[in-house]
């Protein structure tokens, strides 16, 4: 953490310089002094960071662990909106997940509905997943035919070569 901490700090130095140049950098590394400062529980730090970086589902996870329920809900269906049709596939499974816990207590039919979304989100994830293992796998056993096929052409080749030879002689 602390080594995350200090590395994150060191892009901050970098920010004003290529903030402009890469926008990204300065978002990412305010995120990543948020998510440290939440896993140290320094609560209005993350918020002041995340809030900078405009992290819905930062702000969402520091106000379900401050049991702010409203407020945890309120970002976490905002990163559901946003994110779901960015196909980010992660941030849509957490923001579900907080929005399951924060509403089970209070509105079980809405617990049920973003516990469904976490499941096919869940299942979307994994099943690529799986294809893409599925595909690999098979990209493996072609390239072992492959590697079969041109072994047994260099064999046949190697063998008329030598009759070729014997035959000459």
Known sequence: LDSAEYFAGFLR?????YGAIIPDLKMMSIQTLGEIALKRKDYPTA???FREARGSL???KTFHE????DSAIYYALQTVNVTSNFMSPGFVIDAANILV????SKDPAAALKYQQLLLDTQDKLYNAQKVRQMEAVSLEHQQAEFELLAKAEADRNRFFRTVFLVALV
């Open 13 to 17: 130095k970098f920010i004003p310089k």
């Open 47 to 49: 918020l002041a960071h």
């Open 58 to 60: 930062g702000l969402a």
């Open 66 to 69: 401050m049991k702010e329920s």
């Open 101 to 104: 816990e924060e509403y089970r």
